[in-house]
């Protein structure tokens, strides 16, 4: 199937840009089904966006239940499950 450049509006910005015939291609290879919606630039700005928010994430501060050392984790521990250090959690994740 041979692809051709097309025009696509953005839907963030309104600006028109181009969707080249090798991202088709590399869509198509993907077994992407629908075009991209946002320009370069736009997408780039999410994606830094989601990137920035994900490093900002909160932090909770615990002690792990099998060698008690300090760690933090990303959620906010409950007090019927244990929570483990990074090392512990990947040992008791090889065990099961």
């Known amino acids: 199937m041979a692809f051709e450049d097309r025009t696509l509006k953005c839907k963030e910005c ?5 969707f080249t015939a090798s991202e088709q ?9 629908n075009d991209p919606a946002r320009c370069h630039e736009c997408r780039a ?13 909160q932090m909770y501060e615990v002690v792990c239940a099998e060698c008690g050392a300090a760690t933090q984790v990303p959620f906010q521990p409950t007090e019927d499950r244990p929570v483990y250090c990074r090392d512990c959690y990947q040992k008791i994740r090889g065990q099961q």
Do not use: I, L, M, P
């Open 14 to 18: 309104g600006a028109d840009f181009t």
């Open 25 to 33: 291609e590399f869509y198509a290879e993907k077994g992407f089904q």
């Open 45 to 57: 700005a999410k994606k830094r966006e989601r990137q920035s928010s994900r490093s900002e994430r």
